[in-house]
């Protein structure tokens, strides 16, 4: 009995110093990945708890293997956007322009009533209200409304919003989009807005901005205004 509570208490501490070591995130936050390694963690340790005849190193190799493994993904990830789609994914836009896109719920596995359970919970009762409902990585639902605010959860902002929409001669928001992230510019985004590298590289010069490298991030706004900013002298890069 005293060894299977010395063993708990050990492994315990460790579970806990690694999850510390793989970040902050809450757990509704972890992308896929991170979700299966935690899950993959947690059974580890729970194998030399259930039965003492195992080394207690058997436990401890593989939990600390699974740390490295998400180090070395997540510095990868911070490199190189490419493998951030392979390991992430990318968002799914399951409303857009107020229309759902039941093509996208199929490829998803989400139900009409999955969904506008989702809006409700954000505190909006009329799809109308609903420019694009967007899915993240993390599997949570964001959403832009007609009024260009961004989702909130209090009745008072839903109650805004449709006033807003009663309002005459606004324009309609439009999803942002980002061309350039961390000095690289993203063709794939490029290709969906029915642009090229040129027009990006010329947007930026009319901002006098004459390497992208020196952008930390470049795309247009919810109203098509085109923002940017750039990295200070001497600051640290990812």
Known sequence: MFIVLIRTIFL??????VIRLMGKRQVGELQPYEFVITIMISDLAALPMQDTRLPLILGIIP?????????????IQLKSQKARQILEGEPCILISRGKIRFDALKKQQINLDELMEEIRLAGYFDLSEIEFGILENNGQMS???SNNSSSSNSSQNSSESQSSNNSQGRKRPQLPVIY???G???KNTL???KQDS??????LK?????SIEDVVIAMTDTNGKFIYQLHKDGEARI
């Open 12 to 17: 315990y501490a460790l579970v806990i110093l």
């Open 63 to 75: 939990i600390i293997t699974l740390l490295f493994i998400k180090t070395i993904l997540s510095l």
């Open 143 to 145: 959403f832009l409304t």
């Open 180 to 182: 350039v992230l961390d």
């Open 184 to 186: 690289k510019i993203n």
């Open 191 to 193: 290709t969906k807005s």
């Open 198 to 203: 040129d027009w990006i590289i010329k947007e």
């Open 206 to 210: 009319k901002h006098h901005v004459s």
